[in-house]
Structure formats: C-alpha cells, structure tokens
C-alpha cells in the first residue's frame, strides 16, 4: 500500500520561511508528476506548484519569486520551500503524487493524497 506522509507545518511570522517535506513509501515502481495543494476554510483546494519526473515546474501566480518546489527522486520525496510568507498563504497544505506501485501481480498507477499539514502565517 501507498502512503504520503508530510511534515514541516506551523506557525510563522509574515515575512518568515517554511519547508514542507513529503515522502511517499510501499511498493513504489515509479512516480510522475508530485505537487502540492492548499485549502484554506471556505475555499476550493487550489494547486500551489507542481513538478514533473523530469524537474519541469509550475506555479499558481500568487508564489511565483517566493515558493520553491524540488524533489529527490531517490528518496522519493517532494519538498516545498516557502519564503516571504504572507498571511494570505495560511492553509492546510496537501501532497499528492501520481505514483505507479507493484501490487504483488499488477503494476497499478493511482493518485494519492498526504494527510495534510497546517500552515500559518500571522501578520
């Protein structure tokens, strides 16, 4: 079974820096694109950066110059660095990953999701 489990939530001052950390472990063969999501009370989860297997990224506008997303495909991790934050970034933040894992008889591809991880930014 696949399981993501991140870390490096909490609380920071506006204008302070976090790293959130995803690994993805079970039988893993391959995984393709990894991204992390937010979803802040009231609102849709919106897609925050993405990065493919080959290190191709992406970025919702409102992080663009401040988030950096990268990967280690060794450890098959996916990390999130977050610069100058601003209160407005206060969410719960989400890891997903398309992952290809061996299910003893069947090579099987599936989308999973973290369990989430709380950030908060106070002004």
């Known amino acids: 079974q696949v399981q993501l489990v991140e870390s490096g939530g909490g609380l920071v001052q506006a204008g302070g820096s976090l790293r959130l950390s995803c690994a993805a472990s079970?039988?893993?063969?391959?995984?393709?694109?990894m991204g992390w999501y937010r979803q802040a009370p009231g609102n849709q989860r919106e897609l925050v950066a993405s990065?493919?297997?080959?290190?191709?990224?992406n970025y919702v506008d409102s992080v663009k110059g401040r988030f950096t997303i990268s990967r280690d495909n060794a450890k098959n991790s996916v990390y999130l660095q977050m610069n100058n934050l601003k209160p407005e970034d206060t969410s719960v933040y989400y890891c997903?990953?398309?992952?290809?894992?061996?299910?003893?008889?069947?090579?099987?591809?599936?989308?999973?999701w973290g369990q989430g991880t709380q950030v908060t930014v106070s002004s």
């Open positions: 990065i493919t297997s080959g290190g191709s990224t």
């Open positions: 997903n990953a398309d992952i290809i894992y061996h299910s003893g008889v069947y090579y099987i591809g599936n989308n999973y």
């Open positions: 079970g039988s893993i063969s391959s995984i393709n694109t």
